[in-house]
């Protein structure tokens, strides 16, 4: 591991600033990425801001009738609080889904959406991989690449986003809020959090150098019914190879409104925006979810070990449809 010096910050806009002015610092919570990725050579940060005695790990209603969850919320926590439980099920659900309960006592809210992908290749400091080294070229192209995306690849990379959480938030359009190096307060839709991989996928947020996390909002529950949904190789701790976040909302046996993202399957939460305008006013039955999931997975491009993922994509899609349909019937 690269020797590192450590300061635990007061306040977030000092850990903002205590991170801005240094290129080679980072924040650190509760480090069950970070940490791991030292160990293995592949991020070589030289100072580490300490943010996790922040008072950021309150979770409130809004005026609005949303939640305000702080950064510093442990995963556990945000999935056995009562309001999160009766207003959001879909995120609770995500939550359990995503890890051991190890890590999720440990891990935060903030440091969840701004996990690094699990792509063999990223970890492997031996491997090419051009979100590491741009240029390098992406050994999982030609390479084994069961577990990696499907959707809005590019020929750098295509490393997917492993988070179940932000799945569920992508789904409740969640809103993420920073504060920058300059101490200034920033609010960031998760939909324009992340940035696609392009040719330079280093970059895997819309956040600047120093910029941190505060709080992440969720507007009033949604109409309908939510369902998460995960597919894994085994029954727990395992990351996603698809997995479906659901709102359906009907009446009659015709979809009013549906919400639909979906994890594993590209480089942040993928909200199926085609699927959603597919089920607007069809009828809740198999032939709808079935163009919904075709609408959804329309653009989805294999690459070999990773071909099964579409399939696999559409039918999991249909069934949490289904799923959410029947509960909201």
């Not at 990379?157 to 969640?174: E, F, G, K």
Request: positive net charge.
């Amino acid at each position: 591991m690269t020797p590192f010096t450590y300061e635990r910050a007061a306040s977030p806009e000092a850990a903002a600033k205590a991170v801005a002015e240094r290129p080679d610092a980072k924040f650190v919570a509760g480090g069950t990425n970070l940490v791991d990725l030292m160990k293995l050579g592949v991020e070589k940060p030289t100072h580490l801001v300490d943010v996790s005695r922040l008072k950021l790990g309150g979770i409130e209603e809004t005026p609005e009738g949303g939640l305000k969850i702080g950064a510093q919320v442990k995963n556990s926590d945000l999935a056995a609080d009562p309001m999160v439980r009766r207003r959001y099920p879909l995120l609770s659900r995500a939550l359990l889904a995503g890890a051991s309960g190890q890590l999720r006592n440990a891990a935060s809210t903030g440091g969840n959406l701004l996990q690094r992908t699990r792509c063999p290749y990223f970890s492997n400091v031996a491997m090419p991989c051009n979100k590491r080294a741009p240029g390098s070229g992406c050994s999982a192209l030609g390479g084994f690449n069961r577990n990696l995306a499907v959707l809005a690849a590019s020929e750098a990379c295509i490393a997917t986003h492993p988070s179940d959480m932000a799945v569920a938030m992508a789904a409740l359009d969640a809103r993420v809020h920073t504060v920058t190096g300059a101490g200034e307060a920033r609010t960031i839709p998760l939909a324009d959090f992340y940035r696609a991989p392009g040719e330079d996928p280093r970059r895997e947020t819309t956040l600047g150098h120093g910029e941190l996390i505060a709080a992440v909002t969720l507007p009033p529950p949604p109409k309908g019914r939510q369902v998460y949904r995960k597919v894994r190789d085994r029954a727990s701790y395992a990351f996603a190879l698809v997995s479906v976040a659901a709102v359906v909302d009907g009446e009659g046996g015709e979809v009013r409104t549906s919400r639909l993202a979906l994890g594993g399957v590209a480089h942040k939460p993928w909200r199926a925006v085609e699927a959603e305008k597919a089920l607007t006013g069809a009828r809740a039955d198999g032939e709808a979810f079935a163009e919904a999931a075709d609408a959804a997975m329309k653009d989805a491009r294999g690459y070999g070990h990773n071909d099964f993922k579409i399939e696999l994509a559409k039918r999991t899609i249909r069934r949490t449809l289904a799923d959410a349909a029947g509960r909201a019937a």
